[in-house]
């Protein structure tokens, strides 16, 4: 289903269809999901080690942080900057899958190459994940900005938001950590999809035929084996784009611990290393790998559930077209 099939009844539906399966899948899995993102941004930013050795760490745990935050912030803190990341989910699950449908089709048109082929989704997962973070990396500072801010907030709403860091920090400030970002997105979604087509060919190869009727379960089995490979292999590149996404805002972090100025990419890597150990990169690792598991699984759980009844009402459509 995902990516480009001639054998497949369902490459019927359109880019339009394709879109709003990505945006419905997006936007489920934002809701679903952003309680465990919040957590990880919240290590990820934390210069102290986490550790409970640590007293200056404030957070260690996911269960430790879930509490301290639900405490001190409210059960909403886990839904913090909910607006313009389902803005960031809904527009980037739209055109990553158009483009990536778009890809494998053009391979399929253009090429000899077979568009089932691992390698043909990496490159073609890869590029379209680089298009869609283009588009929607304004909306993924806001988002880390938002989820960053402590108590009293920095930023009231969206709009404040916006105007507050235009007016003092500039336009690029939007794009900010998007090196990184492009450094690892390509990486991470390109295994992400073929590690996706590889583990659905091994469920096949695995599963005798008549064994075969749990096929959402195996979507999201699939999709969440998936996402905490390619997580694993790429995650310091997250670490550091979400370290870049901060600068400018370390009057807001000062609640939270210590703060850093970076200069740019190396020198994000370099202060990391040197001052948190090599372990630093990672820090955070823990609720990325289950948000990978949870969010990945569920992206394309519900991207396929979706482009089946997408196929399924046109389908009911036509039919009932023809008996009238």
């Known amino acids: 289903m995902v990516g480009y099939d001639p054998k ?11 879109a709003v399966a990505g945006s419905a899948s997006g936007f489920v899995t934002r809701a679903l999901v952003s309680p465990v993102d919040v957590i990880k941004i919240r290590f990820q930013l934390q210069i102290e080690q986490l550790s409970p050795r640590n007293p200056l760490a404030k957070y260690y745990g996911i269960l430790q942080t879930a509490h301290r935050i639900c405490h001190e912030e409210g059960p909403t803190a886990f839904w913090k900057g909910h607006v313009p990341a389902q803005l960031l989910s809904v527009s980037y699950g739209a055109v990553q899958f158009v483009t990536f449908e778009c890809l494998t089709e053009l391979v399929h048109n253009a090429t000899s190459y077979n568009t089932r082929n691992c390698i043909v989704h990496f490159v073609c997962g890869g590029l379209a994940a ?3 973070t283009m588009t929607v990396q304004p909306l993924d500072t806001l988002r880390t900005r938002f989820a960053a801010q402590g108590e009293p907030k920095v930023y009231r709403n969206l709009r404040h938001a916006v105007v507050t860091m235009y007016q003092t920090e500039g336009p690029l400030t939007f794009y900010r950590g998007l090196t990184p970002t492009i450094i690892a997105v390509f990486p991470y979604a390109g295994l992400q999809f073929s590690f996706y087509n590889l583990l659905q060919q091994l469920y096949k190869w695995v599963m005798p035929s ?5 096929g959402n379960v195996k979507n999201l089995v699939c999709g969440s084996c998936a996402g905490v490979i390619s997580k694993t292999l790429t995650y310091p590149f997250d670490l550091f784009k979400k370290r870049l996404q901060v600068g400018g805002f370390e009057q807001a972090r000062a609640a939270f611990g210590q703060v850093r100025t970076y200069k740019g990419l190396m020198d994000c890597a370099g202060q990391i290393v040197r001052e948190e150990g090599p372990v ?3 820090k955070g690792l823990s609720p990325s790998l289950l948000k990978a598991a949870l969010s990945t699984g569920f992206t394309f759980f519900w991207y396929e559930f979706f482009c089946n009844l997408l196929y399924a009402l046109k389908n009911t459509g036509s039919t009932k077209g023809v008996c009238h």
């Open 8 to 18: 497949s009844e369902v490459k019927s539906i359109s880019a339009v269809e394709v």
């Open 130 to 132: 680089c298009t869609a």
């Open 280 to 282: 630093g990169l990672f």
């Open 210 to 214: 008549e064994g075969r009727n749990a």
